[in-house]
RNA sequence: GGGCGAUUAGCUCAGUUGGCUAGAGCGUCUCGUUGACGUCGAGAAGGCCACAGGUUCGAGUCCUGUAUCGCCCACCA
């Protein structure tokens, strides 16, 4: 048709000219800061995320840009919505992760830590922090993330300390902290100790180690380990006091081998009789469960390793086991087995499948450590008698917080249910110092801000400040409040908290949304989010974990400098749902690139070709699009409500692709007007949250942007209207559609050229319906003409379609082919009467007519009819054959 | 040992409170394309919805069991 030559707006769309333009255009207009927003006055409700912070250890991952994608979607439709939307971006400082990759960084050097000092290294973390930090800040702000930067925050900011200053000491006042001296997990590689889910346990290979301690005056007890250089710290051997086989033993001496200890032998109902020999060796230093049963029975804790799991030198010296001074706990165990054997105390070895614990960040095997350490206690009654874990666990049970998917109640309580005393304390350098005194002379603990000038209770002037720092996740568990200034009464924390939203990944929900629940409970007395959507893992295409040392990882700045940002965006959003890993492709990423340049086109070809809309005489076509559209924002609005962002998607690909640019941007090609402008500039919105760099710029292209403010991340969002027969022109429009189908098969099936043009004839009651459209059924069918009539006879040497109310011939001259002809529309009819038997089935059981819903039933027996009418024309045509 | 999830076209997944002759995208095949777009268009092939029972007028959808895969939790020496 008479379409202009398109001069100024590329065929091809590049987001690499575009992207960082329009980031800095948003910028610039303030809208990320809900303070700027246009209509100030009618934006009464508050939408607000706190963004998941990233560790400060470098660079993002695809899992980072799928979170940005899914809350920045979120955000930007509530902001559309007319909401005071508020996203606040920052970083953690992720304490041990943090600080072991300085560390790597310093060994390289060949410097460790403590060749710095603690001062120095200290800087050296600051300004590593400060680098990466800024890596993450461009990374993010590559994605279009919509937040806002003038509220950025780190956990390490001075109100974020404070924040947990202030929480700590109140704690601490409250009875809800306090320091003990029990057993711990401890990771010899950080040095530190780690929280119970901090430690993974991993199947390994091991194995059994049956041993046999002599009892004094004649016997030997029989037992197993899977840790036999902890031998060196037993202090007991410990029966069921109702085993027979041992009741003569009670009370009775073994003397260990190797270090000629006197253990006891004791009685205890927690021992089983039926596992192994009945007979437990007891090692309180090192074991938790020994540890209690130590505790009941008295014994000594003798602790045999030093920090890094080496056999200690004065322990070793003090308990006469000298030898093993020094040695690494796997070589300590070599020895001690080659020992044992050497002197006739080893009974055999089996290989065994156990489970060890791993440290969550470095991976190494974790030692259980008895040391003095601070702990949160999760089962101390407070005000309204109740503990942080019941708390935590009503707040979820009220339905006061929602967690998408529902599922993840379930594991969710069963982990808060099982909870014990959170050990905070970390012997890291890197974090928040544990705000807390000792007196010098009197051993005094003060927990309080400032240092103390003298001891509160002796007045000693020896003061010493604890040298612990926090588990980093006490921190991030304010972050929904320290973000908006708390402990200050802010405006902030008045308007956004609790914020809407909490958008992070399952495989943190214990780390970190549990501990963010307990801590806001305990801190505002209010849930810290509304609700938690939780995302899967990004995977690579054969669903295999990404990760750097099998070289799968998809680089999202590398894939956003060759697709687009959005494309990368929403190859994360569809066909991803919440809860369930993702499984992504470049294959996947480029097919939407190809999606945001046909919205590219579309959009092109609507504000080069577009026609000025004619509202009062409307066609068929317009209506159905119109009607189309107006479905469109009805379910979209609905699933970005939903956060079915996956959905969402979809609806505007399918609108998008197959409605607009197939049908009816081709059929406009046929009309003197049509309603182009109007369907883009909402297609535009609703596909904003999902696409903001492309459909930003195409609103300025357009024209649509008025004035400098006038941008689309604020316009408004569509309201869905009220059409008359939307119903009867989706089926008016579906004749049209319909015909055309069936001339294009025609010509597929008889192979007629495509530039071959023929006339077509169609018979059809709804002739005038097709007659309108007439324009466009010879377009898009790539007809020379058409005879459109109520009915009519067969014309000579021509095939045949028969659709529903019409029936399309078209010319097919010397290609007749009588035999195949009539072997077609056997098959159809063949076809039809199958389907007509299911039918008829359905309605000859007296139970579907009884209990089936009257709407059901009527509309089979309307399918009945239409099949009927069907096979009658079909039996007509093969009968005049 | 306990819990959870998945199993639908070659691949990735949709399938809302049970009404489906089971859909989409990618891939495959055939054909086409000098005015929006080859990052494109038209058409086609391809599925006893893991298996076995049950509930129901009706089950991909609900219940029970089985199998395979995956994940999470758990101190048994």
């Known amino acids: 048709m008479n379409t202009k030559n398109p001069k100024n707006i590329p065929t091809v769309y590049e987001p690499k000219k575009v992207e960082d333009k329009i980031y800095k255009i948003w910028e610039k207009s303030g809208y990320f800061n809900p303070d700027k927003l246009p209509n100030k006055k009618t934006r009464k409700k508050s939408f607000s995320i706190m963004m998941p912070p990233p560790n400060a250890t470098g660079v993002l991952h695809i899992g980072h840009t799928l979170m940005l994608a899914i809350q920045d979607a979120e955000v930007r439709f509530h902001r559309m919505r007319g909401e005071k939307a508020l996203w606040i971006p920052g970083t953690d400082h992720a304490s041990i992760a943090t600080q072991n990759v300085v560390e790597k960084l310093l060994l390289k050097e060949g410097k460790t830590k403590e060749d710095l000092g603690r001062k120095a290294f200290l800087k050296e973390v600051d300004k590593f922090v400060k680098n990466s930090k800024n890596t993450i800040k461009t990374q993010i702000k590559k994605m ?76 030997f007890f029989f037992f197993f380990t899977t840790r036999p250089e902890t031998m060196l710290g037993d202090t007991a051997l410990v029966v069921n006091p109702k085993d027979e086989r041992y009741l003569d033993f009670i009370g ?45 029975h008295k014994l000594d804790v003798i602790d045999i390793f030093d920090e890094r799991a080496k056999i200690d030198a004065k322990s070793a010296e003090y308990h006469n086991f000298k030898d093993y001074a020094g040695l690494d706990r796997f070589e300590a165990r070599k020895k001690i087995i080659n020992d044992l054997q050497k002197e006739g105390f080893l009974v055999k070895i089996e290989p065994h499948k156990h489970n060890v614990g791993h440290c969550y960040r470095c991976d190494s095997v ?70 807390a005194y000792y007196c010098g002379d009197c051993s005094e603990i003060m927990v309080q801000a400032k240092k103390p000038a003298h001891c509160k209770k002796c007045r000693s002037k020896k003061i010493r400040a604890e040298g612990d720092t926090l588990d980093t996740w006490f921190s991030s568990g304010l972050w929904t409040f320290s973000t908006l200034g708390w402990p200050k009464k802010t405006k902030d924390l008045k308007e956004f908290h609790p914020t809407s939203l909490m958008e992070t990944g399952y495989d943190i ?29 990004v995977r690579d295409e054969k669903g295999v974990k990404m990760s750097k040392s099998i070289g799968n990882v998809i680089d999202p700045l590398v894939v956003s400098e060759k697709y687009g940002a959005d494309a990368t965006r929403l190859s994360l959003i569809i066909g991803n749902s919440p809860g369930n890993d993702l499984k992504l492709s470049e294959e996947k990423i480029a097919s939407f690139r190809n999606f945001s340049n046909k919205i590219w086109n579309v959009s092109r070809y609507a504000i080069l070709n577009s026609k000025p809309t004619n509202v009062k005489d409307l066609t068929i076509p317009d ?62 919105v609703l596909a904003h949250p999902l696409l903001p760099f492309l ?6 292209v357009a024209g649509f942007k008025k004035d400098p403010k006038n941008l689309l991340i604020v316009e408004s969002w569509p309201k869905e209207t009220n059409i008359k027969n939307g119903k009867s022109v989706e089926k008016d429009f579906a004749l049209i559609k319909d015909t055309i189908v069936a001339v294009r098969n025609l010509r597929a099936e008889y192979k007629v050229e495509p530039n071959k043009k023929i006339t077509a004839i169609i018979y059809s009651k709804e002739e005038k319906i097709l007659n309108s459209a007439k324009p466009a059924i010879l377009f898009l069918a790539g007809l020379s003409d058409a005879i459109i009539e109520k009915s009519g006879q067969k014309p000579e040497n021509s095939a045949e379609a028969i659709i529903k109310k019409i029936s399309v011939y078209i010319p097919i001259g010397d290609l007749m082919d009588k035999e195949k002809e009539l072997e077609r529309i056997r098959k159809e009819l ?37 099949q009927n009418d069907l096979i009658k024309i079909l039996e007509e045509k093969l009968r005049l054959f």
């Open 623 to 684: 209506k159905w699009i119109l009607s189309k559209l107006n479905t469109l924002i009805k379910e979209i609005t609905a699933h970005y409500e939903k956060i079915e962002l996956s959905l969402a998607g979809e609806k505007l690909r399918e609108f998008i692709w197959s409605d607009l640019a197939d049908w009816y941007i081709e059929t406009a090609k046929t009309q003197k007007s049509d309603v182009l402008k109007d369907i883009l500039k909402n297609i535009l």
């Open 830 to 866: 063949a076809g039809a009467i199958e389907y007509r038997a299911v039918i008829q089935r359905k309605l000859e059981n007296e139970n579907f007519i009884k209990r089936a819903p009257e709407k059901i039933v009527n509309e089979e027996k309307k399918k009945l009819e239409e």
């Open 252 to 296: 009775r001496t073994s003397v260990m081998p190797l270090t000629q200890r006197e253990i006891p032998v004791l009685a205890d109902s927690y021992v089983e009789t039926g596992f192994g020999t009945g007979v437990l060796k007891v090692t309180p230093g090192h074991d938790f469960n020994d540890f209690n049963l130590g505790k009941k």
């Open 144 to 219: 279009g993330s919509s937040c806002d930067w003038s509220r950025e925050a780190y956990t390490l900011d001075k109100n974020l300390s404070e924040a947990v200053q202030t929480v700590f000491i109140k704690m601490y006042n409250d009875g809800l902290i306090y320091k003990g001296f029990r057993m711990v997990n401890w990771c010899p590689r950080c040095v530190s100790t780690l929280a119970d889910d901090e430690v993974n346990h991993k199947e390994k290979d091991g194995n059994l180690y049956y041993i046999k301690y002599p009892i004094k005056d004649g016997g």
């Open 509 to 537: 929900i214990f780390f970190w949304v549990a501990r963010m629940i307990i801590m806001s409970e305990y801190a505002l007395g209010e849930v810290p989010f509304k609700k938690v959507y939780l995302h899967g893992l």
């Open 366 to 435: 974790m030692e259980p450590k008895v040391s003095s350490q601070w702990f949160v206690d999760v089962n101390k009654k407070i005000k309204g008698g109740r503990s942080l874990k019941q708390k935590a666990i009503e707040a979820v049970k009220s339905g006061k917080i929602e967690i998408i998917p529902k599922r993840f109640d379930k594991t969710y309580f069963h982990w808060m249910n099982n909870l014990n005393d959170w050990c905070i304390s970390r012997q890291i350098w890197f974090g928040h110092k544990i705000p």
């Open 695 to 700: 459909t930003e710029h195409i609103w300025e």
